[in-house]
């Protein structure tokens, strides 16, 4: 089955279950070291995984580790550009969970970048990115410690799919003269519109069914949350692009109050529950009025229609959401890109699961990294039905390799991610509390130490583990 790898003789697979995973207590679980710092990074991450599953399960759970190989040190195995070879690829499918440090993007070589070929080989569609505040983390923001969201980002569809033509290209220049003169004329909608003859072409394909997946484990992930933290929020700009991301909103809420009518209120829908609560003798129309402020000026058909809407709700839910219930219920939202931008920098706490597609997540987890800490401290996962990825999400830093001095945080909190997956909440939550305890007590690597007032010294990277592992107290 394997060319150049043998896993390890002790240890089980896990299974698939509905999407979830079936997870044994000697888990045979790949990872992939990483280039650069990964040389670092990865076994400061092992061992502190390895000690908090020791000390949360004293022996009775254990991590049955499997090397494979991807980006550079997969080419020096199995050739030049051989940079995610297949034996890889039948060890991650196999065992279906894996973790990986950072990768470099092959350069001469077939595939555009290995973290998006794995996400689209596996159909790992959900990219899940917590962004979370730990005390003492140099921050450029005045209350980083108010910004706790998880970002999940569709993976697989969006401009990242790939599909486009070069200007200039025959297909590209064939497919700008059908739109120009047969698709956009035959759509009244676009006027006379018309796609420069000089244009590269890119394709922006949205699905329902990729769309609601990924809502549907957004909504899932808020079930298990503390109560104030149970919320999630469509992200999306739909008010320009009507027909896919305002599409990927309509498709959550769809699904939202269909799959899960019990559990969820939309805001719109609590505002009419709310103007009900306070005023058990509102009208429809007062209500209407009360839930969209320019209702007077609009037309007669338009005032029916949300009319009509608020009569709906109270008809549908009122018993099992009115009289303050849809308090306890998964709040669900949506709002503009630009605005979510702004508003996770003044309004943080008033946010938790961000649901987007996956351009807007690209630049939005990077974005709420950054208050929080920056990408050294940023875990990530790729999540799909029967595999999950967890990885870290900065570069390789090359220039970093070897000197023992990069900040493994990512990768480690990654595997925190991993083990939560796993089921194996006690030796998440003895990761998280001694890199917090190390944090906070000024136990950090360069790139943290530099940023601290006072400054502190420095630990390398193996004894900001060391350091993490002596805080579990």
Same mark, same amino acid.
């Given at each position: 089955?394997?060319?150049?790898?043998?896993?390890?003789?002790?240890?089980?697979?896990?299974?698939?279950?509905?999407? #979830?995973?079936?997870?044994?207590?000697?888990?045979?679980?790949?990872?992939?070291?990483?280039?650069?710092?990964?040389?670092?990074?990865?076994?400061?991450?092992?061992?502190?995984?390895?000690? %908090?599953?020791?000390?949360?399960?004293?022996?009775?759970?254990?991590?049955?580790?499997?090397?494979?190989?991807?980006?550079?040190?997969?080419?020096?195995?199995?050739?030049?550009?051989?940079?995610?070879?297949?034996?890889?690829?039948?060890?991650?499918?196999?065992?279906?969970?894996?973790?990986?440090?950072?990768?470099?993007?092959?350069?001469?070589?077939?595939?555009?970048?290995? &973290?998006?070929? !794995?996400?689209? =080989?596996?159909?790992?569609?959900?990219?899940?990115?917590?962004?979370?505040?730990?005390?003492?983390?140099? *921050?450029?923001?005045?209350?980083?410690?108010?910004?706790?969201?998880?970002?999940?980002?569709?993976?697989?569809?969006?401009?990242?799919?790939?599909? @486009?033509?070069?200007?200039?290209? @025959? +297909?590209?220049?064939?497919?700008?003269? +059908?739109?120009?003169?047969? /698709?956009?004329?035959?759509?009244?909608?676009?006027?006379?519109?018309?796609?420069?003859?000089?244009?590269?072409?890119?394709?922006?394909?949205?699905?329902?069914?990729? *769309?609601?997946?990924?809502?549907?484990?957004?909504?899932?992930?808020?079930?298990? !949350?503390?109560?104030?933290?149970?919320?999630?929020?469509?992200?999306?700009?739909?008010?320009?692009?009507?027909?896919? #991301?305002?599409?990927?909103?309509?498709?959550?809420?769809?699904?939202?109050?269909?799959?899960?009518?019990?559990?969820?209120?939309?805001?719109?829908?609590?505002?009419?529950?709310?103007?009900?609560?306070?005023?058990?003798? =509102?009208?429809?129309? @007062?209500?209407?009025?009360?839930?969209?402020?320019?209702?007077?000026?609009?037309?007669?058909?338009?005032?029916?229609?949300?009319?009509?809407?608020? @009569?709906?709700?109270?008809?549908?839910?009122?018993?099992?959401?009115?009289?303050?219930?849809?308090?306890?219920?998964?709040?669900?939202?949506?709002?503009?890109?630009?605005?979510?931008?702004?508003?996770?920098?003044?309004?943080?706490?008033?946010?938790? +699961?961000? %649901?987007?597609?996956?351009?807007?997540?690209?630049?939005? *987890?990077?974005?709420? %990294?950054?208050?929080?800490?920056?990408?050294?401290?940023?875990?990530?996962?790729?999540?799909?039905?029967?595999?999950?990825?967890?990885?870290?999400?900065?570069?390789?830093?090359?220039?970093?390799?070897?000197?023992?001095?990069?900040?493994?945080?990512?990768? =480690?909190?990654?595997?925190?991610?991993?083990? #939560?997956?796993?089921?194996?909440?006690?030796?998440?939550? !003895?990761?998280?509390?001694? !890199?917090?305890?190390?944090?906070? &007590?000024?136990?950090?690597?360069?790139?943290?130490?530099? /940023?601290?007032?006072?400054?502190? #010294?420095? /630990?390398?990277?193996?004894?900001?583990?060391?350091?993490?592992?002596?805080?579990?107290?």
């Amino acid at each position: 089955m394997y060319d150049k790898i043998k896993p390890p003789t002790t240890g089980t697979k896990i299974t698939f279950k509905n999407g #979830e995973p079936v997870v044994p207590d000697n888990p045979i679980i790949p990872f992939i070291r990483g280039d650069g710092t990964g040389i670092d990074i990865w076994p400061a991450a092992q061992k502190v995984l390895d000690a %908090a599953v020791a000390k949360a399960y004293n022996g009775k759970r254990q991590i049955s580790w499997f090397k494979v190989y991807a980006g550079d040190e997969a080419c020096e195995l199995y050739g030049t550009y051989q940079y995610l070879p297949q034996d890889t690829l039948t060890a991650i499918e196999e065992y279906g969970v894996a973790i990986k440090g950072p990768l470099t993007t092959p350069v001469g070589g077939g595939i555009r970048s290995l &973290n998006v070929a !794995l996400r689209q =080989i596996f159909d790992l569609y959900a990219c899940v990115r917590p962004c979370r505040y730990y005390a003492g983390t140099p *921050s450029p923001h005045k209350n980083p410690e108010k910004l706790d969201v998880i970002v999940y980002r569709e993976n697989t569809e969006d401009i990242y799919l790939g599909i @486009e033509w070069r200007q200039g290209s @025959e +297909i590209g220049d064939r497919l700008i003269k +059908i739109l120009n003169e047969d /698709l956009i004329p035959a759509t009244p909608e676009h006027g006379k519109k018309q796609i420069p003859l000089d244009s590269g072409i890119g394709i922006k394909p949205i699905s329902k069914k990729g *769309s609601q997946r990924l809502v549907r484990r957004a909504i899932k992930h808020a079930l298990t !949350l503390p109560k104030h933290k149970q919320q999630v929020t469509l992200v999306h700009k739909g008010n320009i692009m009507k027909y896919t #991301e305002g599409a990927f909103r309509d498709w959550g809420y769809e699904l939202a109050t269909s799959e899960f009518r019990a559990e969820c209120v939309t805001e719109r829908e609590s505002w009419i529950l709310s103007n009900k609560e306070k005023n058990p003798n =509102i009208s429809l129309e @007062e209500n209407a009025r009360q839930v969209d402020p320019g209702f007077d000026g609009l037309t007669p058909e338009k005032k029916a229609q949300i009319v009509k809407e608020v @009569e709906t709700v109270l008809n549908a839910i009122w018993d099992s959401h009115g009289n303050g219930k849809w308090k306890n219920k998964i709040m669900v939202n949506d709002r503009i890109a630009d605005s979510i931008f702004q508003q996770i920098q003044t309004r943080p706490d008033e946010y938790s +699961i961000l %649901a987007t597609m996956n351009l807007n997540g690209d630049y939005l *987890s990077d974005a709420a %990294a950054a208050i929080v800490g920056g990408l050294g401290m940023g875990p990530g996962a790729n999540i799909g039905d029967v595999c999950a990825v967890f990885e870290a999400t900065h570069g390789t830093a090359p220039k970093h390799a070897g000197l023992d001095r990069i900040n493994p945080g990512s990768v =480690i909190l990654s595997g925190v991610m991993m083990l #939560e997956y796993l089921g194996w909440q006690e030796a998440a939550d !003895l990761v998280k509390k001694g !890199l917090g305890d190390a944090i906070a &007590n000024g136990q950090v690597t360069y790139d943290l130490a530099r /940023l601290l007032e006072p400054p502190v #010294e420095p /630990l390398k990277c193996s004894e900001f583990a060391d350091a993490i592992i002596q805080h579990f107290g």
